[in-house]
């Protein structure tokens, strides 16, 4: 029985610009290290196949330092090790896979069309393509068949499936089951996709490895595979990002937003990048998110905190006082909110006018 990983879109050298420069640097620093702890697993767990499927460096002029550091990791792999360049580190001229000397145990596939490597100690084929451009329009399974011959035939390409347009390596689902293969690699998705088969042929996407925003939550990791008797092929998701994005919604109703958000916080997350959201009902002053900040903050690696409360409606309740507190209230109150951003801003003047006619200050 083979022992195989499949992972993806390790971007690194990412700017991770939404951070502060300090942590932008230290994430980065860990995205460089990557490489080192996938090494360690790789030999602990007896990986015999390593199937890499693109955008491993997040630009094709990533720095030398960088692409040296991968090489000297994936050298250290007690495994074969196979590489589809994708959209982002597309191979070219002054590209990290051309300047630089990958190990004996790493094959990288620079060619934009597919190419085969047997490895007859397992039986096994490996087909793979590479981005030789920032786009692909045609796809590289396009009138491929795997031959008949009792191997068994594993490809790995950086693409997507039926998208809307054909740039980042189209593939078609007829093309995949029509394709001969036992098990198709993918990158370019970042959000893990459960195992697909088309026809006979196993497919996935292990999603990127690490988390670099808002917009990819959660666990990050790769597939763990195994290729036994006659091709059958199983899969693992396995955990493996350092850090995790994630965003979490406390409804602050009837106490206070620290107390509420404390409450609602999982022990783990010193490690990790949150945006709390703060919902629910709050006074005239609103919810101090500077000071919930500054207090939560030693908390998360790093902390974004939304405030999306709204007024309770008792305070509306007083635009009848004959007053000019109620006559402003009166005034905003006539502005009908046709969306819960257009809420936000009227509850928001509300807060800053009434803030002012009590000389009070918001910060």
């Given at each position: 029985m083979?022992?195989?990983i499949?992972?993806?879109?390790?971007h690194?050298?990412?700017a991770?610009?939404?951070?502060?420069a300090?942590?932008a640097a230290?994430r980065?620093?860990?995205?460089?290290e990557l490489?080192?702890?996938?090494a360690?697993?790789?030999?602990q767990n007896?990986i015999?196949?390593?199937?890499l499927?693109?955008?491993?460096?997040?630009s094709?002029?990533a720095?030398?330092?960088?692409?040296?550091q991968?090489?000297?990791a994936?050298g250290?792999?007690?495994?074969?090790?196979?590489i589809?360049?994708?959209?982002h580190?597309?191979a070219g001229?002054?590209?990290?896979w051309?300047?630089?000397?990958?190990p004996?145990?790493?094959y990288?596939?620079?060619e934009?069309?597919?190419?085969?490597?047997d490895l007859p100690?397992w039986?096994?084929?490996?087909?793979?393509?590479?981005?030789?451009a920032?786009e692909q329009?045609?796809?590289f399974?396009a009138g491929?068949r795997a031959?008949e011959?009792g191997?068994?035939?594993i490809?790995?390409?950086?693409?997507?499936?039926?998208?809307?347009?054909?740039r980042y390596?189209?593939?078609?689902?007829?093309?995949i089951?029509?394709?001969?293969l036992?098990?198709?690699a993918l990158?370019?998705i970042h959000k893990r996709?459960?195992?697909?088969?088309f026809g006979?042929t196993?497919c996935?996407?292990?999603?990127?490895?690490?988390?670099?925003?808002?917009?990819e939550l959660?666990?990050?990791?790769?597939?763990?595979g195994?290729?036994?008797?006659n091709?059958?092929?199983?899969l693992?998701f396995?955990?493996?990002a350092?850090?995790?994005?994630?965003i979490l919604e406390?409804?602050?109703t009837?106490?206070?937003?620290r107390?509420?958000?404390?409450a609602?916080?999982?022990?783990?997350?010193?490690?990790?990048l949150?945006r709390v959201?703060l919902?629910?009902?709050t006074?005239e002053g609103?919810?101090?998110?500077?000071?919930l900040?500054?207090a939560?903050?030693?908390r998360?690696?790093?902390l974004e905190?939304?405030?999306r409360?709204?007024?309770?409606e008792d305070?509306?309740a007083r635009?009848e006082?004959?007053?000019?507190r109620?006559?402003?209230?009166?005034?905003?109150?006539?502005r009908?909110?046709?969306s819960?951003?257009e809420?936000e801003?009227i509850?928001?003047?509300?807060r800053f006018?009434?803030?002012?006619?009590d000389h009070r200050?918001l910060?």
């Amino acid at each position: 029985m083979l022992k195989f990983i499949h992972g993806a879109d390790f971007h690194m050298d990412s700017a991770f610009g939404a951070l502060t420069a300090r942590q932008a640097a230290g994430r980065r620093r860990e995205s460089r290290e990557l490489g080192f702890r996938l090494a360690n697993y790789v030999n602990q767990n007896g990986i015999d196949l390593v199937l890499l499927a693109g955008d491993l460096f997040d630009s094709a002029s990533a720095f030398r330092e960088t692409g040296e550091q991968l090489a000297e990791a994936l050298g250290q792999m007690e495994a074969k090790v196979f590489i589809a360049p994708g959209n982002h580190d597309w191979a070219g001229p002054g590209s990290p896979w051309m300047r630089i000397g990958w190990p004996e145990n790493v094959y990288v596939f620079r060619e934009g069309c597919l190419a085969a490597v047997d490895l007859p100690e397992w039986n096994l084929t490996v087909h793979g393509a590479a981005f030789t451009a920032p786009e692909q329009a045609e796809s590289f399974l396009a009138g491929f068949r795997a031959p008949e011959d009792g191997r068994v035939h594993i490809g790995v390409l950086h693409g997507e499936i039926d998208p809307p347009e054909a740039r980042y390596g189209p593939i078609e689902k007829e093309e995949i089951a029509a394709s001969g293969l036992h098990y198709l690699a993918l990158g370019h998705i970042h959000k893990r996709t459960e195992p697909l088969w088309f026809g006979k042929t196993l497919c996935a996407w292990p999603g990127c490895i690490e988390g670099r925003g808002f917009d990819e939550l959660g666990e990050k990791g790769l597939y763990q595979g195994t290729i036994g008797e006659n091709g059958r092929i199983s899969l693992e998701f396995v955990p493996f990002a350092q850090r995790r994005y994630e965003i979490l919604e406390v409804d602050v109703t009837g106490c206070s937003p620290r107390s509420a958000v404390e409450a609602a916080l999982p022990e783990d997350t010193a490690r990790h990048l949150y945006r709390v959201i703060l919902t629910g009902e709050t006074g005239e002053g609103g919810a101090d998110v500077r000071g919930l900040q500054e207090a939560l903050a030693d908390r998360f690696y790093a902390l974004e905190i939304r405030d999306r409360t709204h007024m309770k409606e008792d305070i509306w309740a007083r635009a009848e006082e004959d007053s000019l507190r109620g006559l402003f209230l009166r005034e905003l109150r006539q502005r009908q909110a046709q969306s819960e951003a257009e809420r936000e801003i009227i509850d928001q003047a509300a807060r800053f006018g009434l803030a002012a006619l009590d000389h009070r200050d918001l910060g």
